[in-house]
């Protein structure tokens, strides 16, 4: 579960989660709880929040609601954490990465570092880049205070 202290950085903004989705109320109810979560998450984290405001809301409807969400580009995959995908609120419509706190969960978005000269160089080689995808772990600041990094 996430650092309670944890924060969004500069990608939250979660007031239209399911775009032109249909919204159910089993919907609604999960929409009520993605605010409260702080920082990356997993499904299953999301699951755990979610049921304990509203039980009986099972892990399937979360997955289809979490690919609703993605559809909307209110949630964003973030990266992985024990082999579950990491997600995270995240509102920006601009090509852009993030970073991770892997102490807090706090993630924030980065420019994209890729160039056109690194195209170019892909290119060169032969390839063509469809899309790609750069995630950074790390400590922030207030995490590296706290342990002294």
């Keep these: 579960m996430p650092h309670p202290d944890a924060t969004h950085g ?9 775009g032109r989705a249909r919204v159910s109320a089993q919907r609604a109810a999960i929409a009520e709880v993605v605010p409260l979560m702080r920082g ?6 999301l699951h755990r929040a979610v049921a304990a405001h509203t039980p009986g809301i099972g892990l399937a409807t979360i997955y289809r609601a979490i690919a609703a969400m993605q559809e909307a580009g209110a ?5 992985e954490r024990d082999g579950s995908a990491l997600l995270a609120a995240c509102a920006r419509n601009d090509h852009h990465h993030h970073l991770v706190c892997t102490g807090c969960g706090r993630v924030v978005g980065i420019e994209c570092p890729i160039d ?5 160089a892909a290119e ?4 063509l880049v469809t899309s790609h995808q750069i995630v950074l772990y ?11 990094a």
């Design 116 to 120: 056109e000269a690194t195209l170019n």
């Design 75 to 79: 949630l964003a995959s973030v990266g």
């Design 40 to 45: 990356a998450f997993t499904a299953e984290d």
């Design 10 to 18: 500069d990608c939250a903004n979660t007031t239209t989660l399911y």
């Design 138 to 148: 790390g400590l922030c600041s207030r995490c590296r205070q706290r342990e002294g």
């Design 124 to 127: 060169r080689e032969g390839h």
